[in-house]
């Protein structure tokens, strides 16, 4: 019987990409550290939002959220493991509304979560524009929030497009200098930007209020594991809600079921194998720039020296492109804010894999 099952659910696996095979090149995830399948197999019947049952699955999220504050320079952080980036963002926008007002303004290239968030709690959502390097242009930030009710500024550390990362110090100076709210969404470079070069300051070190992190990106978890963080304690009773015939009765979370082998991955993975992350970072970087070489040597114009480990390919035809490389069983994507192809370049992406990609390339674009 079992052989009939898995006969049939593999009918439906096949159809899948797969990561192994190189030749995805749009996908902010990639295949999690090999030992979490058996921390999923331990915690597959935990329920964090039952955390009156499962107490040692609670407290061990609580230790995650330690591991994390103390990555992102905050000892004192509250948080949750969440399904990921879009809840954690709309997590912090509930906290924004409640605590501070519905006027937000943010980057256009802001993730399409905030526009999820705009919708389900009416919130008046502000564009800012861009400068030439597709950072958020502080300027009009600041002068938007000086002659305009402004209740708090998005910013992103590592955007979904482009990879590119505003510039946190000055909106957290902006929205400190104007009392308003911060947050900072590094769902992506949460776990890139510590490993650049460049030091680059993103997170708590700063005076922000929240961030967006996500673990089933390069912290190599499994789905679903992002992580939203507080600056303390203090902003968990914007979030209470009483979950009346559960054994706990206050939830902080918009899911109220809730995984625990998300956590329990994250924690394993910062706790002993940190090493890794950065190891994959490293290639992950290293990889972005010999693709970016290896365009430019082929006679291809990258939009900008890369950042982080997200590539573009500038391209009048973007979509016809994409849609061709497609046929080709070749998987990019395409921008919003500019005439061009993205690739991140995840850790499953070798050289080799790059190499190939820059011939089929050739082939539906001479």
Known sequence: ????????????????????????????????????????????????????????????????????????????????????????????????????GRNIILPKTAHFSFEKGKEMMDLNLIYASLNRDYTVDTKYVKEYVEDNKVDAIIGIAGTTEFGTIDNIKELTKIAKDNNIYIHVDAAFGGFVIPFLDKKIEFDFSLNIDSITIDGHKMALTPIPCG??????????????????????????TILGTRPGYGAACLYTILKYFFDEIEKNVKKC????????????????????????????????NYLETCEKLKEKNYFVSVCKNANALRLVIMPHIEKEHIDKFIEVLKEVKP
């Open 285 to 316: 970087l290293k990889n972005s720039i010999y693709l970016y070489k290896k365009l430019k040597e082929n006679g291809y114009k990258p939009l900008m020296k890369p950042t982080l480990n997200i590539v573009n390919i500038e391209d009048e």
């Open 227 to 252: 992580g939203i963080l507080f600056k303390s304690e203090e902003y968990s009773k914007f979030l209470e809600t009483d979950a009346f015939y559960l054994i706990e009765k206050k939830q902080t």
């Open 1 to 100: 019987m079992y052989e009939e099952i898995f006969k049939d659910l593999n009918r439906f696996r096949e159809l899948d990409a797969k990561y192994e095979d190189g030749n995805i090149f749009c996908s902010m995830c990639s295949k999690p550290l090999p030992i979490t399948k058996k921390i999923v197999n331990l915690f597959l019947e935990t329920n964090l939002g039952d955390s009156g049952l499962f107490k040692g699955t609670a407290q061990l999220e609580k230790e995650t959220i330690k591991l994390l504050g103390e990555f992102l320079n905050n000892r004192e952080a509250f948080g949750n493991i969440v399904s990921g980036g879009t809840e954690a963002n709309l997590t912090a926008l509930r906290v924004i509304k409640k605590m501070k």
